[in-house]
């Protein structure tokens, strides 16, 4: 909807991220620092911003904390921000991060309440990375499932580290039922995803082939990779939804969801070589601020158990179209997930699906 045209979007209450600890990952710029802000307006206490750029991660914290309230509060200890180095075209630096998230949470008293996995590209171009893999399909793929089905066990444990006066002061503030999240970012472009590659033999090893990307963009048009790298990102949400284990109401111990912020002015297409001017105007004219696009990822990340597995848009769980749940898609979403664990597994063998 045209943003000139459109009324703000609503924030959850003002005390839903009262005392929680967050990740957010691309959180130097863009959704992911509005987001960021949203979550310490919304009173998170911590705050760990996983960026690949060091200096530009220490500028969005310089930026984050320029209130005097803010700045206040971080000196009397009351809330932290901390910043990560996390390159996701590497799956060293993703190893790397992992241990240092689980040193937090197991060794150094941290926890982990929520997890957004926000940052991601949308490129037009072909680029392997050092791992051999098509740039956007590790970023927004493979090293985002990475991070899913290790941030579980930790965000399981967050639960378990509430202390009696922790949980006094969320009965009062109303805030008791909340339980940890864990949020992906996904968008609508998923719907106009042809995904020819869907019948191959290996999907992953199909994407990952110059000739297939070529003939695939030439068919769809230049944001076919990105859309389907977001339709992935929604299986992936479906697939580790299912791994949750169950708390003693039979409901998931930790919710999963995936978020569509809709079009949002920030530099995911004028970052990228070779994405039309066309687009950009169209962006220009058309697309929410991130402010207001990151309402929605705020949204995703207080919601109730009835987006668990769900594709948000708009604040509303709906349902994700037919490349989701048309018929034949459970199977090739199965077959994905299959495949993408694999190629996990080869770099971390004890990588685990069972919490
Ligand atoms: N904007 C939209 O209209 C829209 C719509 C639907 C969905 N989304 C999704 O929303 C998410 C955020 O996008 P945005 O619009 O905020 O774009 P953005 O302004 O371009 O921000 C992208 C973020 O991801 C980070 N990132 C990119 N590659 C990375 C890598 N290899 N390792 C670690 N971080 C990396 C960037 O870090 P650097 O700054 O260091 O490059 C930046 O922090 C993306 O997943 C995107 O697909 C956006």
Not at 20 to 35: D, E, H, K, S, V
Request: contains cysteine.
């Amino acid at each position: 909807m045209c943003p000139f045209f459109s009324s703000p979007l609503p924030l959850p209450p003002p005390n839903s991220l009262q005392g929680r600890t967050l990740l957010i990952t691309g959180a130097n710029t863009g959704l992911g620092f509005a987001t960021a802000q949203h979550a310490l307006a919304l009173g998170a206490s911590t705050l760990i911003l996983a960026v690949r750029s060091t200096s530009k991660g220490l500028e969005a914290k310089t930026q984050l904390l320029s209130t005097p309230d803010l700045v206040e509060k971080e000196k009397k200890g009351e809330i932290s921000v901390h910043v990560w180095e996390l390159d996701l075209e590497s799956f060293d630096s993703v190893k790397n991060f992992i241990a240092k998230i689980k040193r937090y949470v197991h060794e150094e008293d941290g926890r982990l309440d929520a997890a957004v996995l926000n940052a991601g590209l949308a490129s037009v171009q072909w680029k392997v990375t050092g791992d051999g893999w098509e740039r956007s399909l590790q970023v927004n793929v493979l090293s985002t499932a990475w991070l899913a089905l290790e941030m579980m066990p930790l965000l399981l444990r967050s639960r378990t580290k509430d202390t009696s006066k922790d949980k006094a002061r969320y009965k009062q503030e109303g805030n008791s039922d909340w339980k940890p999240h864990l949020t992906i970012l996904a968008s609508d472009i998923h719907k106009t995803a042809r995904f020819t590659e869907r019948d191959s033999e290996n999907i992953l090893k199909a994407l990952n082939n110059r000739d297939t990307w070529a003939k695939s963009q030439k068919l769809a048009g230049p944001t076919e990779r990105y859309a389907v790298t977001k339709l992935l990102d929604i299986y992936i949400t479906r697939e580790i939804a299912r791994l949750v284990p169950r708390d003693e109401h039979g409901e998931p111990s930790v919710i999963v969801n995936c978020v569509a912020p809709g079009f949002c002015k920030s530099n995911l297409l004028s970052r990228e070589e070779g994405v039309s001017c066309v687009i950009k105007v169209v962006q220009w004219l058309t697309a929410r601020s991130v402010e207001e696009g990151s309402k929605t990822v705020i949204d995703a990340v207080v919601r109730e158990v009835e987006s668990h597995g769900g594709w948000v848009e708009d604040l509303v769980v709906r349902d994700p179209g037919k490349i989701v749940t048309g018929p034949g898609m459970e199977r090739v979403q199965q077959k994905v997930w299959g495949e993408v664990f694999d190629v996990l597994r080869r770099d971390e063998p004890g990588l685990r699906t069972e919490y």
